[in-house]
């Protein structure tokens, strides 16, 4: 399927075979207008540049030039002013936050030390401020490259809802500068150790202006499994897997991978073919049951993963049944590789479904397979993959992961290299795990330091 770019024609015929996998299986559709198929849209859009300016109200006043002195730091935003009061927040968004950050609503926050990964971008979203604003050091070459990348038309993160905080980045120099004029100090405030928040006094105004050049589309396939219980197939575990990868060597987007010899077709059969087909042999498996397990479940396949976890990211915010009754996500993304009988699970410090899945692997010595914890924290693959945007909802999840190899992002990702057999062992955990979680008393719940962080981002 030449690598299932997202989006590409290949992708959507995988999407068809597997709607048509679930179809004859008699699940139920949970996609758009009673089909298996979830599209999301992936619209192009451009940024006016000659439109856009910020004026700044305070210390001299002064306005910025778009592309001299200023960029927009993604496309999430409408046309449209923004306004706020300037603060500057000094120290790290990785650690202890203060428990009250509404102070920061509506207003321009200069970012000293930007976000490092997709959960502490969170915690900053969470803030709902007008704008963010962080500073950008740069020579004048790598600059003139970031302003025209930023000016040519791009595809919006449909895995996002486009609105506030507007994201700018401005030239160091020019943000130190005016920041010092508002009685405040950057390089101070970037070697700060702890979390603060102060008020410049200046306000900010931006005339951000942007308009649509394309619109697409990419598809989920979602198929459901009504519960045997009255009350309890109102919950719902999900089990997910990313059907897409990385496309053609040489094409827009693709991940890093480079043409083996004559081969150009990253395959992608680890990542993640190898889920893929584990949520459809599970879903078999459920299927065939009677009676059914107590509890609904969601048979997920998304796309975009590899570009910023677009088509999970769009399930969270769209999904057919309302996310507070989604019990648990277990997430499969290349597991067909390396250990035998080890599986990496993610996340299972962060909920009692790491003393489910202990305890199940414990009741299954046949299956000669021992989930072991994160081995890599440093790689921060917890926010790496589809389950993240389900954990940040509020949902329990767990990642089933072997980790990469010499062959990830390359066209020698084959299917002749997968150990079938050592994930057919691995599925039927991951089966008994989620009639586990099915047919329990109880929903699994979260660690409440985890939540904390996790969550609620603080």
């Known amino acids: 399927m030449r690598g299932r770019d997202t989006p590409s024609p290949e992708l959507d015929e995988v999407a068809a075979y597997l709607a048509g996998e679930y179809r004859r299986l008699q699940l139920e559709p949970g996609g758009d207008g009673g089909r298996f198929e979830q599209r999301y849209p992936l619209d192009r859009v451009q940024v006016v540049a000659e439109s856009s300016m910020v004026m700044l109200h305070g210390g001299g006043d002064g306005t910025l030039a778009y592309g001299k002195d200023f960029i927009f730091g993604d496309n999430q935003f409408e046309s449209g002013d923004y306004a706020g009061d300037l603060v500057l927040v000094s120290g790290s968004m990785g650690g202890a936050l203060p428990a009250d950050t ?17 959960g502490e971008w969170q915690r900053v979203r969470a803030w709902k401020a007008a704008g963010v604003i962080l500073g ?46 508002l009685g405040g100090d950057l390089a101070a405030a970037q070697s700060a150790g702890t979390f603060a928040v102060k008020s410049l006094g200046g306000q900010f105004h931006v005339h951000a202006r942007i308009k649509p050049v394309e619109r697409n589309s990419a598809p989920n396939v979602v198929a459901m499994l009504e519960g045997s219980d ?12 990313h059907m897409d990868h990385v496309g053609v060597a040489g094409s827009r987007g693709t991940g890093g991978c480079s043409a083996q010899g004559a081969d150009s077709i990253c395959n992608g059969a680890d990542d993640d073919g190898s ?10 498996a459920f299927a065939q049951m009677n009676p059914r397990p107590k509890r609904s479940i969601i048979f997920l396949n998304v796309s975009g993963e590899e570009k910023n976890l677009w088509g999970s990211g769009y399930f969270a915010e769209h999904s057919p049944v309302p996310v507070e ?18 599986i990496v699970v993610i996340g299972k410090e962060h909920s009692d479904l790491g003393t489910t899945l202990n305890r199940v692997a414990a009741a299954h010595p046949e299956l000669n397979m021992r989930p072991i914890d994160d081995i890599w924290p440093q790689e921060n693959f917890y926010f790496r993959s589809d ?46 795990l989620g009639l586990e979680v099915a047919n329990a008393a109880a929903r699994p719940k979260w660690n409440p330091d ?3 962080r996790i969550v609620t981002g603080q």
Do not use: C
């Not at 740069?138 to 025209?148: F, K, P, R």
């Not at 084959?414 to 599925?427: G, Q, V, W």
């Open 136 to 181: 950008r050091s740069s020579t004048d070459a790598d600059w003139e490259q970031l302003v025209s990348r930023s000016a040519r038309p791009q595809l919006r993160d449909p895995s996002r809802r486009v609105g506030p905080p507007l994201v700018m980045a401005i030239r160091s120099a020019t943000l130190a500068g005016f920041v010092t004029r």
């Open 450 to 452: 985890s939540y904390k």
């Open 325 to 342: 009754n989604i019990v648990a996500n277990l997430n499969i993304d290349m597991v067909g590789r390396n250990w035998k009988d080890t």
């Open 102 to 118: 509404t102070m920061l609503a509506g207003k321009m926050v200069i970012l000293a030390n930007g976000p490092r990964n997709r």
């Open 387 to 432: 389950h993240y945007n389900f954990a940040r909802k509020g949902v329990p999840i767990l990642f089933f992961f072997s980790g990469t190899h010499a062959d990830y992002h390359r066209p020698s990702d084959s299917p002749d290299r997968i150990n079938a057999e050592k994930e057919a062992r691995l599925t039927r955990l991951i089966f008994y």
């Open 230 to 241: 009255p009350q309890l197939k109102k919950e719902y575990i999900v089990f997910s897997a």
């Open 275 to 284: 889920g893929t087909v584990a949520v459809v042999e599970l879903a078999e």
